[in-house]
């Protein structure tokens, strides 16, 4: 999957996808929620991305 930042398309890595899926579980992957949780979890927001990445290991999705 591809996403535009800085009007460059730019690869989301699968680790980041694959949180997503479970963590919105009704979410398709072009609705907004999905999508803030993408941009969210790769630092466009302005989070620590080492600590993002620890967040992904140790979070479960709490959606239902």
Do not use: A, H, W
């Amino acid at each position: 999957m591809f996403i535009e930042y800085d009007y460059q398309q730019v690869e989301v890595p699968q680790e980041i996808l694959r949180y997503c899926d479970q963590f919105t579980m009704d979410s398709l992957r072009n609705e907004l929620k999905y999508l803030d949780c993408v941009y969210m979890n790769m630092g466009y927001y302005g989070g620590d991305l080492e600590q993002l990445k620890e967040m992904r290991r140790r979070l479960m999705p709490v959606f239902e």
